[in-house]
């Protein structure tokens, strides 16, 4: 079992940036993919940014260039540093972890923080 717990978000104005946060209650190493997923009114929830074990990223198209997916693994922490934020970005943050094994998967997420962009 992984137990995740976010920090971060909150209001922010069109332009500005945030940070978000999420420990996990394990090794890093031994979670396959940590990501971020959002979800916002009306939508299905969708993948923001995700991090492999072995340190690969990648990210949703509308996100490119403006945020970063990050670890510490010292700390059991990701991050996942949002700039040139646009209203768009508005939704609520998910942290997931997937964790893949011969015997099964198991899925994850944190209690979700809200981002609102706003002026």
């Known amino acids: 079992q992984v137990l995740l717990v976010q920090s971060g978000g909150g209001l922010v104005q069109p332009g500005g940036s945030l940070r978000l946060s999420c420990v996990a209650s394990?090794?890093?190493?031994?979670?396959?993919?940590m990501g971020w997923y959002r979800q916002a009114p009306g939508k299905q929830r969708e993948l923001v940014a995700a991090?492999?074990?072995?340190?690969?990223?990648n990210y949703a198209d509308s996100v490119k260039g403006r945020f970063t997916i990050s670890r510490d693994t010292a700390k059991n922490t990701v991050y996942l540093l949002m700039n040139s934020l646009k209203p768009e970005d508005t939704a609520v943050y998910y942290c997931?972890?997937?964790?893949?094994?011969?015997?099964?998967?198991?899925?994850?997420w944190g209690q979700g923080t809200q981002v609102t962009v706003s002026s």
């Open positions: 997931n972890a997937d964790l893949h094994r011969r015997v099964g998967s198991w899925t994850y």
């Open positions: 394990r090794d890093l190493f031994s979670i396959d993919v």
């Open positions: 991090i492999t074990s072995g340190g690969s990223t």
